[in-house]
């Protein structure tokens, strides 16, 4: 499960996993971004905030992320990950290679500075 929520006017999707993922959370999370994307051309800020990562449910839920994140990645500006876990810290660096956006990780009780980041 997914749970998610876009604050506007700001643009910042916050995404908090709590149980294994399901394709239908993407489904979902693109229905709340995407209308917001195609009026203002970008979303800002993605704020990833778990005590860990929760894994998928199956493997057509890992195909859904992971064409999520190829069709939305471009569209992001930053993307913040909040959390003490060691797997989750490590995460920046890794998708920083990999996609073009600003990432980086905030420990957990930094989140309001995380905030403030992808505000900016």
């Given at each position: ?74 569209k992001i ?44």
């Amino acid at each position: 499960m997914l749970k998610h929520k876009l604050i506007t006017p700001e643009g910042i999707l916050l995404l908090e996993p709590e149980a294994p993922l399901e394709a239908s959370d993407f489904e979902s999370v693109i229905a709340e971004i995407d209308p917001y994307i195609a009026e203002r051309g970008k979303l800002p800020g993605v704020l990833i905030h778990a005590k860990s990562f929760p894994g998928w449910a199956n493997l057509t839920a890992a195909m859904a992320h992971m064409r999520f994140v190829e069709s939305h990645h471009e569209k992001i500006g930053k993307l913040a990950v909040v959390s003490d876990s060691l797997l989750l810290s490590e995460l920046p660096p890794l998708v920083g290679h990999l996609i073009d956006v600003d990432v980086k990780h905030f420990p957990e009780a930094a989140y309001d500075d995380a905030l403030l980041w992808l505000e900016e």
